[in-house]
């Protein structure tokens, strides 16, 4: 009987494992901190508010009140995108150190998007394709989708 008991627990410790402390038998790394993707990654949620050009963003977090960026800005953020199946693109997601970019050298939804944000705010966009990458090579195409927090800017 012993025996039994014996093997069983055996059989039962690797899916127990799995079921109860999330163990990973594959042995590759777990994902980025920060990086996996949002559960409404496939389509902006109906209460997404929109723009004219199909900028659909939601606030994640709001900062204390200040001026916005322009086009023309370098902006210091943090930020993580994925295509809508979920696959990181890009990012330096919060917990790592902050980028500076410059918002005259990247895309147009970048751009329009954090025209709308203020130092201290965390937004999500749904980039459509016409302001993302649309047709540039080794790019990724569709629609992209980007969380972004803006720590400060400076115009140039």
């Known amino acids: 009987m012993r025996a039994r008991i014996f093997s069983l627990v055996l059989v039962s410790l690797p899916v127990l494992c799995l079921m109860v402390a999330g163990c990973r038998t594959d042995n ?9 993707p949002p559960p409404d990654v496939a389509a ?3 209460d997404a ?3 004219p050009t199909g900028l659909a963003y939601r606030i994640l977090v709001k900062g204390p009140h200040g001026t916005r960026p322009s086009s023309t800005s ?5 930020y993580t995108g994925w295509t809508t199946d979920g696959t990181i693109v890009a990012g330096a997601p919060i917990g790592t ?4 970019v410059d918002l005259g050298k990247v ?7 954090l025209a709308l944000m203020e130092p201290g705010d965390k937004f999500r966009f749904w980039i459509p394709p016409q302001l993302a990458m649309q047709g540039e090579r080794d790019k990724p195409q569709g ?3 980007y969380d ?7 115009d140039q």
Do not use: A, C
Not at 148 to 154: D, E, Q
């Open 28 to 36: 590759s790394p777990p994902p980025p901190k920060g990086t996996l």
């Open 143 to 145: 629609m992209l989708v």
């Open 74 to 78: 370098r902006v210091l953020v943090n």
């Open 44 to 46: 902006p949620p109906p």
């Open 107 to 113: 895309m147009r939804g970048w751009q329009e998007g």
């Open 148 to 154: 972004i927090y803006l720590h400060r800017f400076t």
């Open 97 to 100: 150190d902050p980028v500076t």
């Open 49 to 51: 508010l929109t723009t």
